[in-house]
């Protein structure tokens, strides 16, 4: 039996894990999980699976928390604060951390669970695209293994062959027979929209994807494409892989969540109806496979499977990412943390769909860090992005 920390579980990652825990009550036991706010979540939460400990980030949501596990008699200890969701992340006793924390909030709990050993399924992105180079060096120090939960990049992990699997960040692509990584997306729900009707976007559209089902600020990235971006730069770091192989393609059906191009006219592609309960299952029962709860694809019912080049004109923020990944870790950074500025601006009805793009640019592009060479760095370059980021907001704002 597995035993499991969630960082992150009342979000759509975190609530998706506990229903795969639930179908397999003799494969897995939730040691602790963690939350920011969300009390009546979490409440259920301790009550269907009794964890020994919870962490909320907020101190008042422990408080409340507290009272209400009391009242019903429930033996779970509560802590709150970064410090204590950085302890829970270390514990002795958990086999698995799932790191679905959104945000560079999950930066430094993800760190403290790769210091202590071990295995990480991520699922915060953020994570690993703004330390790159100080998390894959803390991966090999510590022995942590890493297993990725996006669809994308778990895609590409089930199509890898079993020893790359086994040394992510480290194998060479060329060296296993591998030409390049294909990854596909969505395009998200703004895809047949003109330039114009662009403009006029409201978050309530912009957070209705297609297929997927996502917290708020995952589909706004996924509206402005901005999360392809984030998700080259994962993919790069967890794939060891050169500019020259990987690869974006759009796919509106989100059936192929990525594929596989191998030297010899080879293409493995993993397949499967969009539900992240597949990805999340796969990793936590691997190399096995178990019931995640998902339904079948039913092949005589699809009728196209289409693939496009993205259109840099229309979802600039796309480029934008693949950019600042070539520019180096600070560009990285600047542009994950203005974006999740803006994007919480733009949910708050604070600025227009376009000024996302136009404000990540404009601060990109001011910007002027030195390569971060700690983690210190990394955190103090963030601050001040974010701080640059509200300025911009706040002239804009008549």
Known sequence: MKKITILGSTGSVGINTLSIVEKNPNLFKIIALVANTDVATMLKQCKLFSPEWVAMKNEKSA???????????????????????????????TDQVIAAIVGMAGLLPTLAAINAGKTILLANKESLITSGSLFMKALSFSGAQILPIDSEHNAVFQALPSNMQKNLGVSNLKKN??????????????YNFSSSDLSNVTPRQACSHPNWKMGK?????????MNKGLEYAEARWLFNTLESEIEILIHPESIIHSMVQYYDGAVLAQLSVPDIRIAISYAMSWPDRINSGADFLNFSKINNLSFFEPDFVQFPCLKLAIDAFSEGQAAMIVLNAVNEIVVSAFLEYKISFNKIFEINFEVLMSSCFSEPTCIEDI??????????????ILSLIP
């Open 177 to 190: 027979g591998i030409k390049k990584i294909v990854l596909t997306g969505s395009g998200g729900p703004l």
């Open 217 to 225: 600020k995952i589909s706004i990235d996924s509206a402005t494409m």
């Open 63 to 93: 408080n409340i928390l507290k009272i209400e596990l009391k009242k019903r008699k429930i033996k779970t200890y509560v802590l709150y604060g970064e410090q204590a969701i950085c302890q829970l992340a270390a514990l002795p006793e």
């Open 379 to 392: 955190l103090e370059i963030d601050k001040k992005s974010r701080t640059l980021a509200r300025k911009k």
